[in-house]
């Protein structure tokens, strides 16, 4: 009895060529399986750091239209260079690359693309500083401004046109994220034109 028990556990065990397979095909799958993951965490970090950069040029975009809605004086130039001063309402049915508004606080707040980035100038068109990040490059920034004129008995309102591409890099990956972008917003003036 105690032979048929030794040669029934000799018969119905692994052979050292089948471990060695088994254990071969398992490190294969492993190495697939950890490449798949690796990749799923690179996608993952150059998601959220392209997230980040977008919510910076959406916060750049929504606090500019704030300041504009509660802004007055609208003053639109079709030239980003254009010197001040930006005082006389005017119109920019065409399409202007810098508009100029007097703020609720009185201060004469001017934004206007250089290069490939949005500057504002809070004290009338004297010193900027850009408002989008490093990593954002605007392509066009266009302000549409009509009712700026008060004779005209149209409510002021701006329509604001961005194009350009966010790209965003992840030490140790291996490409950057590249997206491109078109974003439009309508901004009407809160206080009545009188």
């Excluded at 088994?22 to 294969?28: I, N, Y």
């Excluded at 959406?58 to 130039?77: A, L």
């Excluded at 309402?89 to 065409?94: F, M, R, V």
């Amino acid at each position: 009895m105690k032979k048929r028990l030794t040669q029934r556990s000799a018969i119905e065990g692994f052979t050292l060529i089948e471990m060695m397979t088994s254990v071969g095909l398992f490190l294969v799958v492993m190495t697939i399986s950890m490449g798949a993951i690796l990749g799923v965490f690179d996608a993952n970090r150059k998601s959220e750091s392209l997230k980040t950069v977008m919510d910076n040029l959406n916060f750049s975009v929504e606090s500019m239209s704030r300041e504009m809605r509660f802004g007055t004086n609208y003053h639109c130039e079709t030239s980003a260079s254009a010197l001040p001063p930006f005082t006389a309402p005017q119109n920019c049915a065409g399409g202007g690359a810098l508009v100029s508004f007097l703020a609720s606080n009185g201060e004469q707040i001017v934004y206007r693309i250089q290069g490939t980035k949005i500057e504002k100038s809070t004290d009338g068109g004297g010193t900027y500083i850009a408002v989008t990040a490093q990593e954002i490059t605007i392509t066009s920034l266009e302000f549409y401004v009509t009712g700026a004129v008060k004779a005209d008995s149209w409510q002021p309102k701006g329509l604001i046109k961005i194009r350009g591409r966010a790209e965003a890099g992840v030490a140790g990956a291996k490409l950057n994220t590249r997206t491109d972008f078109t974003l439009q917003t309508l901004v009407s003036q809160r206080v009545l034109d009188n």
